[in-house]
């Protein structure tokens, strides 16, 4: 009975939940440090990982791979969020950085 149940999904999911998890404090910093200067970085990233998800002979890994790349692509958004929030003061701001 249990050799027929598929937990890729499970696993794709709690995966893709941790790297949601880990991505938030990340643009948190490079705002911090950096301001959205580094969104070329994340784009980078993105490409490069999306590109490793083409070529991945897993599904599981394939589909690990696809959401950590659209993941780069989404913290260039978060980026300029990010921006705004710190604007409106709900974030410091790097004294250090103009």
């Known amino acids: 009975m249990f050799e027929e149940l598929n937990f ?19 643009v948190i910093k490079a705002e911090y440090y950096w301001g959205t200067k580094c969104w070329p970085l994340f784009a980078v990233l993105g490409c490069i990982t999306l590109g490793f998800a083409l070529f991945a002979q897993s599904t599981v890994l394939s589909g690990i791979l696809g ?6 692509f989404w913290c260039i958004v978060e980026l300029y969020h990010q921006k705004k ?13 103009k």
């Not at 929030?85 to 950085?97: A, I």
């Open 85 to 97: 929030r710190v604007e409106r003061g709900w974030y410091p701001c790097n004294p250090k950085r």
């Open 67 to 72: 959401i950590l790349g659209c993941t780069f």
């Open 8 to 26: 890729s999904g499970i696993v794709i999911a709690i995966v893709s939940f941790v790297i949601i998890g880990v991505f938030h404090p990340i």
